[in-house]
Every structure is written in C-alpha cells, then in structure tokens.
C-alpha cells in the first residue's frame, strides 16, 4: 500500500515539476534574469528526479526470485542515490556557476512580469504537490505512531523523502527567486538576482548530500529504526518459549522492508521438534507485529553463564 502511495507522489510531483520547468525557462529567457534560469534548471532537475524516483518504486517492488532471494527493494535505493546525484548535478551545479557569472559579468533584465506571474503560480502548484507528499507522510507516521518530522528522517521510502525535501526546497527557492528579482529590479543591479542564483544551487547542494549520504546508509546495509529494533527485541522476549536473546541484527532490504537475524536462547527443556515449533511461532508472532518484516532467521544459541 505504501508502494502505491509513493508511486502516486512521485507522479503528482513529477507532473507538477515538468510543467513549472517550462513556464520557468519561458520567463527567465525573457528577463534575461539568472535566479529564472536556475529555478528553470531546478525544475528540471526535480523533474528527472521524479522519473529516476518512478523507476525507484517501479523496480524496488518486484517480488523475490531465484537470483534475489530477498527481492529487488535495494534496487530502490541505488535509483533514488541517482536521482540525488542528478539533483547534485544537474540543479546545484548550474544554479551556482550560473549565478557566480552573473554577479562577475553581469546581465541586463528586462520585462519581469512575467517571471513574478510564474512564480507565483510555480508556488501554487508546488504547495499541491508538496501536501500530497505530507499528507501520505502523516498516513504513515500515524500508522508507526511516531511525529512526521522524525520519520522523515529514519524513513526507508526514499521515494517519499526525496518528494518531501525536494518539494520544500523548491518553495524556499521560489521565495528566494522572487526577492532576487525584487532586489534587482529597486536597486537597478543584476547582483541580487545572482546571489540569489546562487543561494538556490547551495540549497540544492544541501538537499542533494542529505539524500545522498541517506541513500548510501541504505546500500551499504543500514539498520532498522532503533524504535523497531526495540519492538523486535520486546517481541522476542515476550514468547515463552524464548529464555534470552544473544544477539538481533536487523537490516533493510528495500522501502520498508526488514530482514532480521537473531541469535535466541530457547528454554532448556524444549526438544528438536519443540525449537522448529518455537521458531514457526516467533517468526508469526514478528510479522504480526511489524508487516514490515520480510525475512527472518533465528539461531538457536545458548548464552554463556559463568
């Protein structure tokens, strides 16, 4: 369900990106203004970015096979790292070199009407889009019981992160945009609107490393949300065929998606037929719990006592 969810953010935000890039590149080729011009190559930008997040969720969401036992979710992750990497490059890299020319040479505007009038309306859409990516966030952060604001941080939905900072980031750039013009058009210098240019491809910068560095922790085996790292320990503690556990590790194999290992201490008594049953009965009782949880393999490990 929550695939589907992201998918339909991607979609309204790759839409709304698509359209706000063109409206962009058709005002700041008219003012000559260079913050225009970078909104235009953030627009952009976002917009590869949704369609690199579409082929995410799309590719991250085929079932298990033969050759990937535990699924394709990482998949995920390494086409969420490229949509960051596109933001990197494709946004931040021009916005900045483009406003530092601009500020060094300078540039002469023109009619700014029209980029005030697609701003504006930029600034509309982007709200829209924005509240569809909060809206399924606050769905999901009631489900777990933790405030949106955290699980937008420790979340495994790249997808979904990526359209929340994204789509926030655009409409701080938009605001930033606006007052480049406005400082421009008073003062009579192209200084503002560069600097503004500018301030646009550092926000970018920031974004991008943020998901960069999320989606890397992911590749190289990030592990679960210590709040389920607690559950699953309280789970297993709970059953009474569970004397001890030695050892739990946990890992994520796709959005929402966990493998969990863990070395239990069983009770004495039980026999070989009665530690398969222990096990069918823990491995149920995790998945009830946490939907989430796809693998799970427990080791029969006694504890050391002195």
């Known amino acids: 369900m929550e695939q589907q969810e992201s998918l339909g953010t991607v979609l309204v935000a790759g839409a709304a990106n698509l359209t706000i890039a063109l409206a962009k590149l058709v ?12 909104e235009a190559a953030h627009s952009t930008a976002d917009t590869v970015t949704e369609l690199l997040l579409l082929v995410s969720v799309r590719r991250g969401s085929r079932p298990a ?8 979710g990482k998949a995920g992750f390494v086409w969420a790292m490229m949509a960051a990497v596109a933001t990197l490059v494709g946004g931040a890299g021009f916005s900045i070199t483009h ?4 500020i060094s040479h300078g540039e002469e505007l023109s009619n700014l009407t029209p980029s005030y009038i697609v701003l504006a309306v930029a600034f509309a859409i982007e709200s829209v889009s924005l509240a569809k990516a909060l809206s399924q966030l606050r769905g999901q952060a009631a489900r777990y019981q933790i405030h949106p604001v955290r699980l937008v941080r ?6 979904l992160k990526a359209v929340v900072f994204e ?28 600097a503004a240019s500018v301030a646009i491809g550092l926000l970018l910068l920031v974004v991008a490393i943020t998901l960069i560095q ?16 607690t559950g699953i320990r309280a789970v297993l503690l709970a059953s009474p065929e569970v004397e001890d556990v030695v050892e739990l590790l946990t890992m994520m194999i796709g959005p929402g998606s966990v493998l969990v290992a863990a070395k239990i201490d069983f009770r004495d008594e ?13 491995d149920r009782r995790l ?20």
């Open 154 to 159: 420790t979340t495994s939905d790249t997808a």
């Open 287 to 306: 998945r009830e719990r946490f939907p989430g949880i796809r693998q799970v393999f427990l080791d029969p490990t006694p504890t050391l006592r002195r």
């Open 214 to 229: 999320s989606n890397l922790s992911l590749l190289i085996g990030q592990a679960a949300p210590q709040r389920i790292q």
């Open 270 to 282: 039980a026999s070989a037929a009665g530690l398969e049953i222990a096990c069918d009965e823990v």
């Open 99 to 102: 406003g530092v020319h601009e």
């Open 167 to 194: 789509d926030t980031a655009a409409l701080v750039g938009l605001v930033v945009a606006a007052a480049g013009l406005l400082g421009s058009q008073l003062s009579g210098s192209a200084l503002w609107d560069g």
């Open 65 to 72: 096979d033969r050759r990937h036992p535990f699924g394709h």
């Open 27 to 38: 005002a700041g080729l008219i003012s000559g203004s260079a913050a225009m011009l970078s």
